[in-house]
């Protein structure tokens, strides 16, 4: 322990019969894994352990085949073939000292049960979460014995996997919430009415468990307390309280949060500081003698040990930020807390789960990709020759090959056209709510500058001469994108009918932006609503259309969609829907509307089109075509402009792969033959 001011964080804490080594609590989070790839959960989960945090759950874990949510990745504890692909998991952990929780789970009406056609299941019978067609019908009593008996028959499967922790799962809209809130419980049986017979069916999962494990793992409870629903939910300050009063001592430790939708729980760094939950929690630990778990994407040293110090949380709970940086725990241990790299709240992490893809993060490129690929998040190849390598451009591309390479031990030159670095992330991190996007270039900036192997040239703005000139043995452009201009996105393939004299804005392109602003997204991420947002904030009459029919529609896989539109409906912003740009002219232009046979004409000051991007890349071309140039190479947008996570991702992908013989191999995982 290097560190003696956050001691604090690495006291042992007891939960029930077992004891996590310290307060570092990677709480439950999906990986888009589940139960097809248990090998490269495996590796995830021991890559967690190995980074110091004392206890590593599971993500989501069904209890049973009537709640299947296929075919996005969750682990199951059906069968025995599912304790033995679980134990793995378990061993990768155990081998580093750390607990392991298993979030056992029953969603109840958020399954459709696609793969197992099972009936789905529901408190009181109601539509399916995930827009049927279809019901969840309403549970009897003889559904509420078996549905303990599952829950019971999985908590000894997971004992027997080697679990330390098991859960009762009852938060993030699933079954037994569901039957805890007065939003979904309209049951007149001792399972529903008063509180007291609404927390029944939670504290019968309780004495199932804890009776299961005999007395060998700590049972946890992971409550909501709040839904966000305001009176016609749990609140925080109003029936969680007495919630918790009535199963004070029940579990042995309290893992809460603020849900209702997981949305709210994960929140994006757009719409909630770190530590957003503390005044939601905070009441949970004067109300039991029990360790209390909580999150809030803690990324601060000092604001972790605020959170123990003030009586909030005994132990401090991470998805993200232990995806950002498995290994966070044991920078703090080891004095190195400024090498921590933190997560920027952007939840592209959350996107992983909700198109059922592996989990990637924007901020760590490895994360994954420690079984497929081999790549450990601090381990990297030594060089494997003597070659100068030259990267030109400072983005998030060129700046994480830069710091990849240099980790090999290469000599690395990076150039950089402007004074600072950080290519699209100096534009990206002003618009509102997104300062926190600049981690991505602070934190390999504050790497680069301790490595006596890389030269970093600002405001030198390269030229191909230049590159020859410069002697490199390899160089590697990675000078970014630009946006269109023509029209062409997502909803549009062919260029709009632009006139010659309508002047049309792009992202930029944005200074002295005249009259009222017509935002027109046909990229649908987070550029058009964020603009708009930006502009509306500076004065500005702003309109904002979309080919899509929600606002900002890819923001829904980062959890973020509804909040994004109604930010921009309370800030009066005119917003239009399943619009596609035909034309443009002075002042004026022409939209297919989905819903009506007639066209759409609408006036502005300015439009700003925010379509799609091309690669810059004249530099790679006038490099790649003369053949006495070095070796050339490009990444990042300026190969296939994408999310910032891509571009980190193609920067980091290079470095390893590069001067290595070896054949490049994605492992996948395979169904018995
Ligand atoms: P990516 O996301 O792929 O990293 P960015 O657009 O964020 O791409 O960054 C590209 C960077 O390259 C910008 O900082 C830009 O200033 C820089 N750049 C572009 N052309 C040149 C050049 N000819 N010489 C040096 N730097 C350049
Ligand atoms: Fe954080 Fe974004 Fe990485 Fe998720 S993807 S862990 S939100 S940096």
Redesign the pocket.
Known sequence: MNQPRYQKLFEPVRIGPVTAPNRFYQTPHATGMGWRMPKASAALRGIKAEGGWGVVSTEYCSIHPSSDDFPFAYLSLWDEDDVRALAVTADAVHEHGSLLAVELWHGGFHCNNRLSRDAAVSPSGQGLHLLGPGSARAMDKADIRALLGWQAEAATRARRAGADIVYVYAGHDYLPLQFLSPRTNRRSDAYGGSLANRTRLVREMIEVTREAVQGTCAVALRMSVDELHGPAGITHDGEAREIVELLAELPDLWDVNVSGALGNDSKSARFSPEAFQESYVRFVKGLTSKPVVGVGRFTSPETMLAQIRNGTLDLIGAARPSIADPFLPAKIRDGREDEIRECIGCNICRSANNEAVPLRCTQNPTIGEEWRRGWHPLRIPARASDKRILI????????EAALALGQRGYEVAL????RE??????HDSALPGLSTWIRVRDHRQHLLEKLSNVSIYRE????APDIRDFGADQVVI????RWRRDGIGTAREQPALIDADAVTRTPDDLDNLQGPVLIYDDENYYMGGALAEQLRREGHDVTYVTSQPAVSAWTQMTDEQGFVQQRLLDLGIRLFVSHILQAVAKGRATFGYALSASPVTMTFGSIVLVTGRLP?DD?YRELAQNEAAPAVAR?????S?GP?AD?VY??HRFAREFDSSAAVVLRRERPDP
């Open positions: 030109v451009g400072a983005g998030p591309a060129g700046l150039a950089e056209r402007g670095l950080g290519g699209r992330l100096l030198s703005a390269l030229a990675a000078t970014g994108s810059v530099l990444i990042g947008d300026c190969f402009p910032v571009a193609a920067g």
